[in-house]
T-cell receptor
Framework: GAVVSQHPSRVICKSGTSVKIECRSL??????MFWYRQFPKQSLMLMAT?????????EQGVEKDKFLINHASLTLSTLTVTSAHPEDSSFYIC???????????FGEGSRLTVL | GENVEQHPSTLSVQEGDSAVIKCTYS??????FPWYKQELGKRPQLIID?????GEKKDQRIAVTLNKTAKHFSLHITETQPEDSAVYFC???????????FGKGTRLHILP
């Protein structure tokens, strides 16, 4: 099946710094990518929908200025957590939609720990 | 917007028995219903999906049923095995390119 690569898998940062997470579709083009946040033992919470070449669509309650999403190409979307705080610590997962089937493929996830 | 409810939140089943997880959705316009399996610390993986033009789909030990009238769909796993232990998420979306809304997940334990 299609492969989505997410990097880094783990990141530890200090409060106030920014962290960028990359999501790449390796063998297909993804016009639409999604970013989720997952708290321990909880479901995937959709943060935003990322469309190539346009601004991301954020879900209600998600701060646009805090979680910057860029989808500059058909194979890459990035999530930047700006001025990170301990409450931003979480598991962030991206997914990419394969245009030919509509199937959703997930990245491996990135565990962010903010000290 | 769409809301997906999933039950139960935890399910323990004896190895070899069947497991059933149920979901309901709120928006009658939803027409795509995938199920994902997530093992601890790993990414969710699609295990089966169904579209609103069919009522049932089966793939070996896994089957999904859809009742559009009741806005209800279920995952059935037969002859459960230890490797079936994981968290299962149901989801719904309105069309192929639309966002997918997930249920809260069911933690399935297969007992030896």
């Amino acid at each position: 099946g299609a492969v989505v690569s997410q990097h880094p898998s783990r990141v530890i940062c200090k409060s106030g710094t920014s962290v960028k997470i990359e999501c790449r579709s390796l063998d297909f083009q993804a016009t639409t990518m999604f970013w989720y946040r997952q708290f321990p033992k909880q479901s995937l919470m959709l943060m935003a929908t990322s469309n190539e070449g346009s601004k991301a669509t954020y879900e209600q309650g998600v701060e646009k200025d805090k979680f910057l999403i860029n989808h500059a190409s058909l194979t890459l979307s990035t999530l930047t957590v700006t001025s990170a705080h301990p409450e931003d610590s979480s598991f962030y997962i991206c997914s990419a939609m394969a245009g030919y089937t509509g199937e959703l493929f997930f990245g491996e996830g990135s565990r962010l720990t903010v000290l | 917007g769409e809301n997906v409810e999933q039950h139960p939140s935890t399910l323990s089943v004896q190895e070899g028995d069947s497991a059933v997880i149920k979901c309901t959705y709120s928006d009658s316009a939803s027409n795509y219903f995938p199920w994902y399996k997530q093992e601890l610390g790993k990414r969710p993986q699609l295990i089966i999906d169904i579209r609103s033009n069919v009522g049932e789909k089966k793939d070996q030990r896994i089957a999904v049923t859809l009742n559009k009238t009741a806005k209800h769909f279920s995952l059935h796993i037969t002859e459960t095995q230890p490797e079936d232990s994981a968290v299962y998420f149901c989801a719904a979306s309105m069309n192929r390119d639309d966002k997918i809304i997930f249920g809260k997940g069911t933690r399935l334990h297969i007992l030896p």
